[in-house]
């Protein structure tokens, strides 16, 4: 019996309640085994069951993930608005000024899942940034899932996920639509790519990116996955790269050789010299 | 802040104004045509957001835009369709007539929100529950 | 032809989409051999231009209450026929304004048109002897039945029994009351 019982809900009521104030209404009941799998999947327990008596026994490493797996929205374009405006201003004049010789551009988006965060980032290029146009620009999105990246590659998007965020100018300016989905231009498509990545085991060789997404992801981890995890993004990140995170999260503690700046209304990394 | 409503089933424009309601939106004035729609608007505070659907009937919710947008008084005005109607070169001659934004139907109230933080509006929901945000 | 353009799966997706959206806590909308009766409310809409024809959706009037309830935000017996029949008619609007956006431009939606088991006349009956099933998908939610049913007008078009969008094109203006 994989499932949670009405039991374990009624302790995930309570403790999603004493931790973010937001009543888990009763018929959400539904919601525990569909949000908290990929929990499941990410931490390595056995089942949703055993994730509700990690939560009992107090570790604290799966509280936050199933927190934040319960009450958190589901994948939106320009997700938080804010980090696409640290990139419009900051992030992306700062590349653009470094690799202004290289004419290159390395961006990676850690945990994509159905890949509207990498998605949202070629649009906010092309739209913005039409300089890049002559740019070899790599645009990477990883995540554990094969069917999550698969859909990813698929650049396919039904209505109600096109509804989330995406501004209706870019709605038409880069989608087509086919039957009930909206699917990418092949334009933004053609610069994309997707793989399969599991951020906890040992990485495979990667070429060095300047910018590194990891947002929302490293709150599954303990901490000494979240410190290999944030020294191995250091390595592979170009010194004078950044790496951004999830609005609550936060490299101080865990790594050194990131310096901290405030942009678009949030924070960013940037790696510093070796 | 008030709020136009304008589609020709009750159900709907009840289903949106609950939404906007817990948005804190509670000045929401609503109508079923563009004719009526026009009429609302000329007779009281210019909304700040209208909410339009396409097909109605007497005016349609592109004529309604147009009409809309005719009046300089009211160009502060938000507006954003909230239809099925999503071929292609509908959405463009929305936008084109002076649509800010553009909902498909069916919709959560999640997406209600996001579409209106796009639009400038940013409104929490006041109540504490929704953790999936469907509309209900 | 239309087989292709309108297939099942798709229907079944239209329809899910908007339970899902809508009627979030509701309990799933299956496929299901709930028997339609001439006791369900039907609620349609017409297409019109490229492709000619009818999207039905056909449901218990338990079904059409509990949507009426959900949009209406009142317990069930605080609905008003006239609420149960508006929830019905925009429910075929979103499910048939889904459809039409699979067939090929341009084509036009018309506004929904309501029939109960009191107000079927000839003239509504019409419709469908001059038409086609093209495709039926049958719908369950706790037993009780949810049909979306897409019909293809035969030969010259009938007279129509729906009232038209106001000024979406040359025919509808003509039509529009």
């Known amino acids: ?57 107090g570790d604290r490493s799966i509280e936050t993930a199933v927190v934040d797996a319960m009450t958190t929205n589901e994948t939106s374009w320009f997700r938080d608005a804010a980090p696409f405006e640290a990139l419009r201003r900051l992030i992306f004049p700062d590349v653009i000024a470094q690799n202004a010789m290289r004419r290159r551009m390395s961006i990676w988006s850690a945990a994509c899942s159905t ?100 947002r929302n992801v490293l709150i599954y981890f303990d901490i000494p996955t979240k410190q290999r995890v944030l020294e191995a993004a250091r390595a592979h990140l170009r010194p004078g790269g950044f790496l951004m995170l999830g609005t609550a999260e936060t490299t101080r503690g865990l790594v050194d050789g990131f310096t901290a700046v405030p942009a678009g209304g949030t924070t960013v990394y940037r790696r510093e010299e070796a | 802040m008030r709020a136009l ?52 009937p007497v005016m349609n919710g592109l004529d309604l835009v147009v009409e809309l947008r005719k009046r300089k008084e009211w160009r502060h005005m938000a507006i954003m369709m909230v239809t099925t109607e999503s071929e292609h070169e509908n959405m463009v001659r929305a936008l084109l007539a002076g649509a800010n934004e553009y909902l498909i139907k069916p919709f959560t ?12 509006l940013h409104l929490e929901p006041a109540q504490v529950g929704e953790t999936d945000g469907g509309a209900s | 032809m239309s087989d292709l353009l309108i297939d099942t799966e798709t229907i079944l997706e239209i329809t899910h989409t908007f339970w899902g959206a809508f009627l979030p806590d509701s309990g799933d909308l299956h496929p299901g051999s709930a028997l339609p009766s001439t006791e369900d409310l039907r609620g349609c809409v017409r297409i019109s231009g490229s492709w000619e024809g009818v999207v039905e959706l056909s449901c218990s009037l338990a079904v059409a209450s509990h949507v009426a309830s959900r949009m209406f935000a009142l317990p069930e017996e605080q609905l008003s026929d006239a609420d149960i029949h508006d929830a019905v008619g925009e429910l075929s609007n979103i499910v048939g304004g889904n459809i039409k956006s699979l067939l090929p431009p341009p084509t036009s939606l018309s506004i929904p048109f309501v029939e109960t088991p009191d107000t079927r006349s000839a003239s509504e009956e019409d419709w469908r002897f001059s038409s086609a099933l093209d495709s039926e998908v049958l719908l369950a939610w706790h037993d009780e039945p949810l049909i979306v049913r897409v019909w293809r007008s035969q030969g010259s078009s009938a007279d129509s029994a729906a009232p038209t969008a106001g000024s979406d094109g040359d025919l509808e203006a003509e039509l529009s009351s």
């Not at chain 1, 403790?15 to 931490?43: C, G, H, M, N």
């Not at chain 2, 939106?25 to 009526?36: K, L, S, Y």
């Not at chain 2, 109230?109 to 400038?120: N, P």
Request: hydrophobic share 45%; proline share 4%; net charge negative.
């Open chain 2, 5 to 56: 409503v304008v589609d020709d089933s009750r159900a709907m424009r009840s289903l949106l104004r609950q939404i906007l309601v817990k948005l804190g939106v509670t000045d929401v004035i609503e109508a079923e045509d563009g004719v009526v729609a026009v009429k609302l608007v000329e007779g009281g505070p210019t909304p700040d957001l209208a909410l339009v659907d396409w097909h109605m």
């Open chain 1, 1 to 57: 019996m994989t499932t949670a019982t009405a039991e374990d809900f009624e302790y995930l009521q309570r403790f999603i309640f004493e931790r973010s104030a937001i009543v888990l209404a009763e018929e959400k009941q539904y919601l525990v085994d569909t949000r908290l799998l990929p929990v499941v999947q990410r931490t390595g327990v056995d089942s949703v069951a055993d994730l509700v008596k990690a939560l009992r026994r």
């Open chain 1, 115 to 214: 890949g509207q965060e990498l998605y949202s980032i070629a649009m906010l290029l092309d739209a913005e940034f039409p300089e890049l146009g002559s740019w070899k620009l790599d645009l990477l999105g990883t995540d554990l899932s094969t069917s999550v990246v698969e859909r990813a590659r698929s650049g396919r998007f039904s209505s109600l996920e096109i509804n989330r965020g995406l501004p209706a100018s870019h709605l038409v300016k880069y989608f087509t639509r086919e039957g009930a989905h909206f699917v990418i231009a092949d334009q933004l498509r053609s610069k994309t790519k997707f793989e399969l990545f599991n951020l906890a085991r040992p990485w495979p060789p990667m070429a060095d990116h300047d910018i590194i997404l990891m």
């Open chain 2, 109 to 120: 109230a999640d997406a209600v929100v996001e579409k209106l933080s796009l639009l400038g």
